[in-house]
């Protein structure tokens, strides 16, 4: 289905892209990522930026193509999910949907928010992802750190997926750390200085599979399409 393909082409660029945060941790069936950024804003203001994904979450990471469908529910139970609207036809009344990207298993205001779920193509392997992000004081505003721990049995394998997902990660948070002014960008984020390049060297119309075997084309790889194959409808 089209909306699923977002996922995949949205991947892909970032196995060419050289903007990745850190894997501080892998081994053969797990990784963790870890990023950090302080932004100008004091803890409350990043706090409520934070738990507004809709304002800084990329779209081109929804299954709706858009991300002011994001919302988020900080308190233990609640859920960082995406509304699928609605899509009438000619002939038929459409249907909403949803998609529950993780739940929230630890929420303290103006400190920390810890997530259970598994991000992008990872939701149909099943591995365990657990996402902390803290917020705290510094000279200069306030630090944010995006860590996002994965483990368990999938489909990719992990120094290719991990370098896909800590891709992500940066990505995310220098949405974040942008719309609340940015003191100290992510570790791997494009710059005014260095974008062009970043942009050039890209390639955002490698197929998944291609990409990945230049990572190391001596393993057989399962493709982001691939692990799509039960949600897409052969388009």
């Known amino acids: 289905m089209k909306k699923f393909a977002i996922f995949a082409s949205a991947i892909a660029c970032l196995f060419a892209s050289p903007a990745q945060a850190e894997i501080v941790a892998q081994t053969d069936a797990a990784f963790v990522t870890r990023d950090s950024a302080v932004v100008k804003a004091d803890l409350r203001e990043t706090w409520l930026a934070l738990i507004s994904p809709g304002k800084w979450w990329n779209s081109a990471h929804t299954f709706s193509g858009d991300s002011s469908n994001m919302i988020l529910t900080p308190q233990g139970g609640g859920c960082f999910c995406e509304r699928i609207p609605a899509e009438d036809t000619a002939t038929k009344v459409g249907l909403g949907g949803s998609v529950e990207h993780m739940s929230v298993i630890l929420s303290i205001p103006d400190q920390a928010l810890r997530m259970r779920g598994s991000l992008g193509p990872l939701q149909s392997e099943p591995v365990q992802g657990i996402m902390t992000i803290t917020l705290s004081e510094t000279g200069e505003g306030t630090r944010i750190v995006f860590e996002y721990a994965v483990a368990g049995f999938m489909r990719f ?61 001596k393993d057989p790889k399962i493709s982001v399409d691939e692990a799509f194959g039960d949600l897409s409808d052969g388009d």
């Open 157 to 217: 394998k992990v120094p290719v997926i991990s370098k896909a997902v800590d891709g992500v990660m940066s990505q995310q948070l220098s949405g974040l750390a942008e719309l609340l002014g940015v003191v100290e960008a992510p570790k791997g984020a494009a710059t005014p200085d260095n974008a062009d390049a970043t942009n050039d060297d890209a390639e955002p119309d490698a197929d998944p599979e291609s990409v990945e075997e230049k990572a190391d084309p």
